[in-house]
């Protein structure tokens, strides 16, 4: 993370009102825009997985959770295919952005305390890749692992017609920072609360493709 960051914030309506830092912008709850990019591949039957990151145990935000292959926020000027940068700086993936999809914009708010509200505009990508994930370049004070998660079981999952999910993933190996291959079992609870209306989007543009 910056030193300082700065970011635009706006009405809910997305008319931008001024700049201020992350810890104002996160302590007032005001609106500001991230970047979300969604890893996919489809296997041999052309079943479809989403890769999901860990979140890092320190984030102040869903900590140990997992989350979206990748995202960001975007700093003051900045639009939303400037956050491709994202993909370099925590899996090290020099990406340009016109190999990105980009699927919508989202608005979400989440009420972690009364000193921690986060209200983000979601501007949305996919990228379809078959690296290995052993090959990746994690960002590790950011995440902690990547894993590949069937998105029918996904979905199952959230519909509540299933109660776990199992997937294969990678983990960081502290303190050599090796990522080591596994398999993992997960609830509902391990990742990130993201709106049906998020999901919807998401789920609909992936079966477009």
């Not at 996160?26 to 609106?31: A, D, F, S, V, Y």
């Not at 519909?159 to 079992?185: I, N, W």
Request: with cysteine; proline share 3%.
């Amino acid at each position: 993370m910056r030193e300082t960051e700065i970011f635009d914030f706006y009405t809910i309506e997305m008319r931008k009102l001024g700049t201020a830092s992350r810890q104002e912008v996160h302590t007032k709850g005001l609106w500001h825009q991230t970047f979300h990019c969604w890893i996919m591949k489809r296997d041999t039957r052309g079943e479809i997985d989403l890769l999901f990151q860990r979140r890092h145990v320190n984030k102040d935000v869903f900590p140990s959770l997992l989350d979206t292959s990748c995202a960001g926020h975007l700093q003051a000027g900045e639009e939303a295919r400037d956050g491709v940068r994202e993909l370099e700086e925590e899996l090290g993936l020099a990406v340009p952005v016109e190999d990105l999809t980009y699927i919508g914009k989202v608005a979400q708010e989440h009420l972690i305390s009364p000193h921690l509200i986060d209200r983000e505009f979601n501007h949305v990508f996919l990228y379809e890749s078959e690296q290995p994930l052993v090959d990746y370049r994690i960002q590790a004070e950011e995440l902690t692992g990547l894993y590949w998660v069937s998105l029918r079981d996904f979905q199952e999952l959230r519909c509540g017609d299933r109660d776990q999910l199992t997937s294969t993933g990678v983990y960081v190996d502290d303190p050599s920072g090796t990522l080591m291959e596994e398999q993992a079992t997960w609830r509902l609870t391990d990742f990130t609360p993201n709106s049906d209306e998020y999901y919807q989007l998401l789920f609909d543009q992936i079966g477009k493709r």
